[in-house]
């Protein structure tokens, strides 16, 4: 059912204003509900099987049979949909065996990689503050596969960009936080005081990557752009880079090792 027939009701009307409220992001002054705005209309999504039921319509369905009582319980339960109903777009084989980036928050990265044998999560971070810090690159790639090992390091996909000019893909960039964040568009670390880290890798065999849709961003990442690229937060970090989304990877498939984003 298009989405437009299926939200004419009060009280699926009222669903749909829910979730704008949960989802904006009043600093993003071009669109703030943008990415919901995206979610049937992305033009990445004419490469998906006509049959896959996730739509807008089917997050709304959801919606009405939970009844989510704030917004916090609602947005938990629409980041677990997008998750669960990956939405992704074309293949991109193209980039395959070419070498990504991406940064991630060392908080995060903790959770994933904590060591069975209970290790807390604060312990954790330490122990990745440590690693990233090893002056060596490469005494600090070897060591960091050692220390992490095989632990995939997303519970979920991971996003990666790459540079089509330049095989490394921080080749343009300082190693300063500010310039990372607004080159790469990540809005959801701007003025805040998250640990950042970015790491280079190649997928796996096993592992190919695919243009992201507007499902890949949660309904809440205003900053995704619909286009397959990056969007710089301001406009003199120069053009958007090419970005894709894949299965997680491990520190084993890492080419240049974690480093730290300075303040």
């Known amino acids: 059912m298009p989405f437009e027939d299926f939200a004419v009701t009060p009280e699926r009307q009222t669903i749909v204003e829910d979730i704008r409220r949960t989802t904006s992001n009043p600093d993003y002054t071009l669109n703030q509900y943008q990415t919901f705005d995206n979610m049937d209309s992305d033009p990445q999504l004419d490469h998906l099987p006509a049959t896959d039921p996730a739509s807008r319509s089917s997050l709304i369905d959801l919606l009405e049979d939970e009844a989510p009582t704030d917004d916090a319980e609602r947005l938990d339960h629409i980041f677990d949909f997008c998750h669960t109903h990956n939405q992704r777009g074309e293949p991109a084989n193209d980039v395959n065996s070419t070498t990504l980036g991406h940064v991630n928050n060392i908080a995060n ?57 330049n095989d490394a893909p ?30 280079t890798h190649r997928l796996p065999s096993n592992i190919n990557p695919f243009k992201p849709t507007a499902w890949d961003a949660d309904a809440d990442n205003v900053d ?21 989304v894949h299965e997680s990877i491990s520190a084993q498939d890492f080419v240049t090792p974690a480093g730290p984003l300075e303040v």
């Not at 995704?224 to 894709?244: A, H, M, N, Q, Y």
């Open 224 to 244: 995704w752009r619909p286009t397959g690229k990056t969007r710089p937060l301001r406009t003199d970090f120069g053009d958007g880079l090419s970005e894709v």
């Open 170 to 199: 921080f080749e343009t960039f300082t190693d300063s936080r500010e310039a990372n964040v607004v080159r790469l568009g990540l809005g959801h670390y701007d003025n805040t005081n998250h640990e950042l880290i970015r790491w």
């Open 109 to 165: 990265l903790a959770h994933r990689v904590r060591a069975p044998a209970g290790e807390t999560a604060e312990q954790a971070r330490a122990r990745i503050r440590q690693l990233v810090r090893i002056s060596d690159p490469v005494q600090r790639l070897a060591s960091q596969k050692q220390s992490l090992g095989s632990t995939p390091l997303s519970p979920y996909q991971m996003w990666a960009f790459y540079d089509e000019e």
